[in-house]
Each structure stands twice: as structure tokens, then as C-alpha cells.
């Protein structure tokens, strides 16, 4: 167990409504005003070693858990679904202090069907909703990721999957983690499973999540099974059958009366009632400033209070829309860099010479918050998942665009990156050169070259020599005139 203290920027969690816990901004700062107990649920965004949840920071000074068990800070990564608990904060301060943070996993086993067009998986039989907002990763052997897109993923690959449940059953993914287990090495077969009993025969001892069946009949159990309820399982699948060596019930149980903030995606809205879903917890609106419109997969950010009788229901003060949609799910490449034109009026920008196109469902994100495309300018550092099959006048589609600070240090070599399949290369010494997303790439003298999925460091003769058509590549440089690039570095894929 890690309990050293990091400070990790995360966001302007807790600053709105722990002044409204002591009566709003009319206290003295130089007087602060402590505070009761508080929650904080949220997804992590950002990047490793800079993490955000909304954009103000969060230093983590007691334990991290994953699912309860024991981990370590550098189990926090973007897209994580984090319970942060904090003993009480000064009101104004746009940092809080952790003095727990628990990281839930809603399930890990190895995927067993992929769809790019409906952008789903399944694993453990419960499918996965990948959406523009999703992070994607890759669990490299030195304990660093590396981005990927869904259609990296290969029936078979073991990940571990964090995210929301949506009113369907499925898991809306916030982050999919590829691991580095495969077939046939020790617990590659290993299931953690969360979700909701269905079918419950106590006599045959089984039950459903999902379209998983669970036998439970050799379990050790931890609590009463009734349907509805949510348990953690783990066991070992037997073809669509998961043997449990372990049930435990599960609850989503706050402080009653505590303040609370949540910030995820919205499932199960109800208008009538004036509730919602999110992140596992059941909020009341009634009453509340509500700022933009609700909708099942907008993603929110909730200000409140638990009830005093009913730790699972927060009474909401004030919701705020971030996002009103998700997006699409099926990018299969990614660029960063800064823009070199845009024009708001015909829905398009260019960024290394290669154009743009943008629609209704494009995502645009700024901090946490939603931007459009009438905000981008010229020289804007942003980055850019786009889907290389849809094509329009000469422009590639862009599913989300994301505004990047470039003071911020996510191991860049250059100002520019681009990931994507290899289309054509010349590995001839001298006069060496590849082909990217339409991007023409010269490696520079002092380019560095890595292996794939181990972040192994190559040669550049071992690099170019093993090169391929269609391999899965990550290169980083600095433009110079229209789509030339001179590569930095260099990581395969896959």
C-alpha cells in the first residue's frame, strides 16, 4: 500500500459546493471555515503524472485500493472511475486533500467479440460501449501506456475495464486497459466481475450478469444474493459459464449527509421523478439549478449532499452539463499538433497538411467542458482522434477534438504526433522514410525506435529492417511543409 503524498492536478472539484456547505462566497478567506466530511466520485481525464477531473488538484495522502484491495498511486490513470474520500477542506481553496481513493474496476478478463461498427466489446459477457470519450491504453512492461484505438484491440487480449453501468446493463467504458497476460500464462483465465444479480436460482445456485451465467455453488459468499443486487465476483470461465470462487455484495454507500461531487456520464434519467444515474449512484435533481440539458450519456458534474437516510441518493444542488453527448466510438487514429488553418463556417481545419472534417457528433473538449469548433484558432495545440475510413472532399473525420496545453509534459519529443497503420516505407539506408495517415515521415538523425508493446529500445537498422506494411505505429516529430515530418521518435504498436 502507497501512502505517500502526491499532488495530482485534478480539478475544480468540491470549490463550488463546499462554499455552498458554509453558506456560499460570503466567508472571509483569511478566516477559512472547515468543513464536514466529504466525497468526491469522478472520472479521471488528463495525463499521467498531470490528472484532471474538471481541472483543479488533488493531493492523495492516505491509501489507494482498486476495487478495495490494496494498489498504489500510479494505479490512478485517465479514465479511471475514482471514490476519493477527504476529512474536510477550507472553503475557496481550488484543491482538496484524498484521504482514501478507491479505483473501480467493473470488470477484467480477456475480450471475446469486438463490433467497430457499433463500437462494442464483449467481455465476460457484458458489452462494452466505447465512446469518443473512452482512453484507450496499452500496459507497457515499464509501467508506462500507450494510447491505442479500438481498432487495435483483438479478440483475446486481456483488459481491465473501468466505467458506468448504463440502464441496459452495459458498461459504458471510461477506460480500457490492455494488459500484458496471455494465453496460457497463470490468470489469463482469472475473471473480476461487477454488476447486478439477474435470475437467481438459489437451488442450482446460479445467477446472471449480463449474459454471463455465474455458478456459485463452490463460493465462498460475503453478504445476502437477491436479484438486483451488485456483487463482485471472481472465478474462472468455463465457455459462457463463470465458476465463482468468491461473491461479495456490493453497495454504492456515501456518508449520509456529506457533501458529495460526481462527475460521469448519465444513465437511467427520469424526468417525471426528476433522478438520474451516475457512477452508480442514484441523484435527485428536484430542486436543483440544473445548467444545460440532461440526457442518458451526457456527461455531468453534480453537486450535493448524500441523503441523511439513504447513503446511495444524493440531493443534487446544482448539476452542470459538460457534455451533452458521448460521440463515436470508432477512431482509429490519432494526431496532435497545432492547427494550421480553420474555417468554422464550412466545418473544417487542417493540422500537418492533412484537412479535417467535423459534424453534429464530433466531441470537442476543453478542460473538461465542452468547446466547438468556433473556438479553435489557428496555432491551438489540440489533439485529434479521427476515423481514417470516412472521407469527405479529400477531409478525414474527426471524432473528437481535444484543446492541449503545451506546457504540459506528456513526453513529448516534438510539437507534433501522429499514430495510425503503416502505408508505405523505404528502409533502404540514407534514404529512409514511411508512410502515416498520409503523413510523409523522415526519421532525423537522432530518431529513437522502440518495440512494440514491451517499449523495447531498437536500432534504427533493427527497426527499419523489421518494418511492415499495415504495422500500428506511433511517431513524434515536428511538421515542416505540408504533410512532411521529421520523426523523433518512433513505437510500434503492436
Known sequence: MNNKTVLLPIASLLAASLLSA?????????????????????VVSGSAGALTVGGAAMTISGPVTVNGKSGSIADVQPGDVIVARTSGQTAGLTTFTATSTDVRIEVESAISAIDLATSTVTVAGQTVQV???TQLYDDNSDDSYSSLTLADFTVG????????????????ATRIERKRLRVGQPGYSGIELYGDIAGLDTVARTFSIGTLVVDYSGASLEGTLANG?????NGTLNGTTLTASRVEVKRFEGSRGAEVEVEGPVS??????????????????????????????????????????DANLILAREVKVKHGRGGDGRANGEVKGALSAVDAGAGTFDLGGTGYFVDSSTVFDRDDSAASLADLRVGDYVEVKF?????EAGRTYATKVAFEDESDDDNRVGEFEVEGRVTAFVATAGSRQLTINGYVVTPSDSARYYGDRDDNLLTADAFWNGLTVGQK???????????????LRFELED
Open 229 to 233: 443486487i451488485r456483487v463482485e465476483v
Open 387 to 391: 476515423l481514417s475510413t470516412r472521407v
Open 157 to 172: 487480449d486481456y483488459v481491465e475495464v473501468s466505467g458506468a453501468r448504463q440502464e441496459s446493463g452495459a458498461i459504458l
Open 473 to 487: 505505429l506511433e511517431v513524434k516529430g515536428t511538421v515542416g511543409t505540408g504533410t512532411a515530418v521529421t520523426g
Open 268 to 309: 437511467d434519467l427520469d424526468t417525471v421523478t426528476q433522478t438520474f444515474t451516475a457512477l452508480g449512484y442514484r441523484v435527485s435533481y428536484a430542486g436543483a439549478r440544473v445548467r444545460g440539458t440532461l440526457a442518458d450519456g451526457a456527461r455531468i458534474e453534480v453537486e450535493g449532499r448524500f441523503d441523511a437516510t
Open 22 to 42: 458554509c453558506g456560499g462566497g460570503g466567508s472571509d478567506a483569511s478566516t477559512p471555515t472547515p468543513l464536514a466530511p466529504a466525497s468526491v466520485t469522478g
Open 131 to 133: 465512446d469518443a470519450f
